[in-house]
């Protein structure tokens, strides 16, 4: 009974070591995950961002038209992991300029 006793000691002292290096870790992943995020905020801050107008359209129409450029201008590729649906970005560019919407420039 005492091994039984022994063992079950030096199995409850790896797990605790096993935790405390897991919670490190997860506490150092974490920070770095901030950092970047954080940083990624700060450039998207920075970067101009685009915007899709046409005169006389209303908000709700631009998100139906851009809605159904989206849709069809998804396309289906094999990856590793298997098929992706991902954008085809000049598809989509063409979609809403076909439908005369224009790309204005906001931001810095």
Known sequence: MTADITTAN???GAVKSYRSAMGQMTF??????VAILCLAAVLAGCAPTEEWVKPGVSDAQRDRDASECLFASAETVPTAQGPQRRLNRDRY???MNDRGYTVKKTGQ
């Open 93 to 95: 560019r063409r979609c």
């Open 28 to 33: 150092r992943s974490a920070d770095q995950v």
């Open 10 to 12: 030096v199995g409850i």
